[in-house]
């Protein structure tokens, strides 16, 4: 059986981009900084108890999947900007964008009685698409629970994002990827993997983050699941990466849609919250959602 290379915490983005790039995937051992685990759990149990199971094959009849993590918990505001990772798709995303940018936040809890769920790359989130030879994503899923095989533990085909698009993993090319809670799996957007089986007798949670390049569709809308209202409270690498801001030259900008010459017209994101906006009022974004509840628009 292959297996998946173990890092370090004090891995370096290099080090991290280097293995992915062989094998399409890795794990940092016990990467969360101390206390961040409890805080994790604290802040996202209550949510991922309220989270009804999947309705089909690929999301899980025995899974939930818990979202809008950006703006739930703070413990996960941290992750998404976790300096190694932040590093990694610089050096592994930065090639083929101007931006990347959050694509998910999803608590995965996989049931006692889940089976396997399907093979599959994430990159086909985009459709086929995309050419072969551009890597949209980078993805990780930070151990909440340990994860081992018999509890659901991701199962990757190492090597398999440079395979030809036909060929099928057999069971001799899969691993599981086994860690300790804290710990965090890292993979390609192209690599084959597929969440485990569940026969423990007890939940395995992960806590997936991905990144996209900043000119593609994000999986989870994080200008619906995280609003300017709650964004604005967040450092400015993270309303970035949300997606407060250009995604190139011309990607991304909005006119705020008010009265004849009371607004800007072509306004980057990012200004929602520098404040410099404010020639034209206090809170442009409140000044449009203000306005269209009275009906005034
Ligand atoms: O939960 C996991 O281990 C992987 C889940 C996954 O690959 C997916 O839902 O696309």
Same mark, same amino acid.
């Given at each position: 059986m292959p297996e998946l290379a173990h890092l370090s915490a004090d891995a370096t983005s290099a080090e991290i981009c280097a293995v992915l790039d062989r094998d399409g995937a890795l794990i940092i051992d016990? !990467?969360? !900084? %101390?206390g961040l685990l409890d805080r994790l759990r604290v802040e996202i149990l209550p949510y991922v108890e309220a989270t009804p199971v999947g309705m089909d094959e690929f999301t899980g009849r025995h899974t939930t999947r818990t979202g809008a993590l950006a703006a739930r918990s703070a413990a996960c505001r941290d992750l998404i900007t976790d300096t190694r990772l932040m590093g990694a798709c610089d050096i592994f995303l930065k090639p083929f964008c101007d931006r990347y940018q959050l694509h998910l936040t999803q608590l995965i809890r996989i049931k006692d009685g889940q089976g396997r769920q399907p093979l599959h790359r994430d990159r086909l989130a985009w459709g @086929?698409?995309?050419?072969?030879?551009?890597? %949209?994503q980078l993805n990780t899923i930070w151990a909440v629970t340990d994860f081992v095989e018999a509890n659901g533990a991701t199962c990757v085909v190492p090597?398999?994002?440079?395979?030809? $698009? @036909?060929r099928e993993a057999t069971s001799d090319d899969i691993c599981f990827a086994e860690m300790r809670a804290g710990s965090v799996l890292v993979y390609s957007g192209s690599v084959i993997h597929a969440g485990g089986a569940n026969r423990s007798g007890a939940d395995r949670m992960g806590l997936n983050i991905t990144y996209c390049l900043g000119w593609l569709r994000q999986e989870e809308n994080q200008y619906l699941s995280c609003p300017p209202e709650i964004a604005r409270a967040f450092s400015a690498e993270l309303q970035q990466l949300l997606g407060? *801001?250009?995604?190139?030259? *011309?990607?991304g900008y909005f006119t %705020?849609?008010? %009265?004849?010459? $009371?607004g800007p017209e072509i306004v980057p994101p990012e200004w929602l919250f520098s404040g410099? !906006?404010?020639?034209?009022?206090?809170d442009l974004y409140a000044q449009v959602s203000d306005r269209a509840s009275a009906g005034a628009l």
């Open positions: 016990d !990467a969360m !900084a %101390p @086929g698409f995309l050419r072969g030879d551009i890597e %949209p090597g398999s994002h440079r395979w030809d $698009e @036909g407060y *801001a250009m995604g190139s030259y *011309a990607l %705020p849609p008010l %009265p004849p010459g $009371e410099k !906006a404010q020639s034209w009022g206090e």
